[in-house]
Structures are given as structure tokens and as C-alpha cells.
């Protein structure tokens, strides 16, 4: 499946409420095809001071709208984030001074409302987060689509630069995310036997026993509706991230999202290295 409709379909799928948050990637298409292929430009490339057409700048333009966007969105979540898993801790500690410490069976513990509700908000809570971190991910990987489809147009060399000012933006340091993220796992893992991690995930599924989902039907005997459609949401989003970095048909450092603070850090690493080699060579 090309990006996108990959894309237009990961967005439908998963929160379609930020689909206007999402990277414009057909409206920054069809830009680039007004921007004359290489054979129509002239020398001006190799000038000393050479005048960007206008459709290049217009094009660089849109880019950086929607870095803004993508900036803007993410740092109010993160903001929003923070206060949430605040406000988390807070219940649950309440709840331990309230019911005791003993939730070694999180099939007997969720019997309680409140700890079922706690238990609910954690899985909820936790979706969202790691929608936010596949957001980070596919906004970058489809920057570096279509900025490998305008260096391939151009012939010019774009997409190395602007990455490397991408990769100071706020949407793609996803640090203190992460963070977020692990801890909101530690938390709910402590607390009820229930792992949350990526790889437990995408492994049990959605109704696996044991599954926070199949914890809810269980002791409520009913669906839990908005838990379920974020939960799927959220292995959805995995799945996605897990197709691109297996499935790209340019595996390379600049085509593939990372994941979690320690890659994102090497991550960035590679780009510069890659970036000044390439620089050097250039001027050899």
C-alpha cells in the first residue's frame, strides 16, 4: 500500500477527530508536480547566488506550515499529558490508602468500581499517549516521503537539511512522551499484573486473556466501549508503525520512524553523521 493512503486510512481508523493534525501529504503532492522536472531548469543550481523558483519556495513554505502545525499540536497534548498523569497518580493513590495495597489478581481487584475505573482511565490514558508517539512517527516518515520525491523531481538536495532541522522540532522529540508513556505502564503494571509494553501488545492482541479488554468484559460483563475503540486503536497504530519500518521499500536512516527515547537519540545521531558525510563528499 503506498503512504498515502496508509496514511489516510491509519487516520481514519485510529482518532479521525485529528485528522486536520496530520500532515497534508496529498496537498504537498500535488505541489510538487507544478515544480519543473530537472531537465527544464537551467544552470542556476551551480550560481553563485542562486534565486529559488517560486514554486520551490512556495513548496518549502507549506513545509514549514506544517511543521508548525504538527508543532503546535503536539507540545498541547504533551502540556495536557502531563497534567493527566498527574491527576492519575493522585487517584490511585487514593485508592491504595482507601483499599489496601493487595492487587495481586487484577480479575479480583477490578471488582471494585473505582479500581475498575481507575483501570480503565490508565488503559484509555495510555492509548491516547501512544497515538500521540505514532503521530510523531508518521508525520516524520511522510516529511521524509515527500521530500525524497521532491529531491528525486529537482534533482536538488533538500530532504538532508530539512531533516536535520526536523529533527529539533518539538513533535519529533518525544522524550519526555516516552517517559510519560513508561511510566503510566509501571503504573498500571504494579498495580494490576498487566503489561501495556509495545511488544505485549502487538503479541496478545486485542482479546487476548488477560488483555486489559478482556479484564473489562470480565468484570463488568459487558463491553466497555470508548476503552475498546482506543485500545484497537492503539494496536492498530503499532501494527502501522511496525508495517513502514519493515516494509519500506528505501530502508535507510531517513525513512524509518523511530521508536522510544533511545532510539529517537541515535536516531538523530545517524541523520547528522550521515548528513556531514554526505556534505563532505559533496565538496570533495
Not at 173 to 189: A, D, G, I, P
Amino acid at each position: 500500500m503506498k503512504f498515502g493512503k496508509r496514511l489516510q486510512s491509519q487516520i481514519e481508523e485510529t482518532l479521525p477527530e485529528w485528522r486536520d493534525k496530520f500532515l497534508s501529504y496529498k496537498q504537498l503532492k500535488k505541489r510538487l508536480k507544478l515544480i519543473a522536472a530537472p531537465d527544464c531548469f537551467t544552470d542556476a543550481a551551480f550560481d553563485a547566488s542562486p534565486s529559488p523558483p517560486p514554486l520551490e519556495i512556495e513548496f518549502v513554505r507549506l513545509l514549514n506550515n506544517e511543521l508548525r502545525k504538527f508543532n503546535m499540536f503536539f507540545i498541547e497534548k504533551e502540556e495536557e499529558y502531563v497534567i493527566r498523569l498527574q491527576e492519575l497518580k493522585d487517584r490511585i493513590e487514593r485508592v491504595k490508602r482507601q483499599r489496601g495495597t493487595n492487587y495481586d489478581d487484577p480479575l479480583q481487584s477490578v471488582g471494585d468500581d473505582e479500581v475498575l475505573r481507575v483501570f480503565r482511565d490508565i488503559v484509555t490514558f495510555h492509548g491516547e499517549m501512544v497515538l500521540l508517539e505514532n503521530y510523531s512517527s508518521l508525520n516524520y516518515t511522510g516529511l521524509v516521503k515527500i521530500l525524497k520525491k521532491h529531491d528525486k523531481r529537482t534533482g536538488a538536495v533538500l530532504r538532508m537539511p530539512y531533516i536535520q532541522s526536523v529533527l529539533l522540532q518539538p513533535f519529533y522529540t518525544t522524550e519526555l512522551l516516552s517517559k510519560l508513556v513508561q511510566e503510566c505502564e509501571r503504573n498500571l503494571e504494579s498495580l494490576f499484573s498487566v503489561s501495556l509494553e509495545t511488544s505485549t501488545l502487538l503479541k496478545q492482541g486485542d482479546s487476548h486473556p488477560g488483555s486489559p479488554v478482556d479484564i473489562l468484559h470480565q468484570s463488568q460483563g459487558s463491553s466497555c466501549e470508548a476503552v475498546e475503540t482506543i485500545y484497537r486503536s492503539t494496536l492498530k497504530a503499532l501494527r502501522t508503525i511496525q508495517d513502514i519500518r519493515q516494509g519500506s521499500s528505501t530502508q535507510s536512516i531517513f525513512s524509518m520512524p523511530p521508536m522510544g527515547p533511545v532510539e529517537n537519540k541515535n536516531h538523530k545521531k545517524a541523520v547528522i553523521n550521515e548528513t556531514t558525510t554526505t556534505a563532505v563528499a559533496v565538496i570533495q
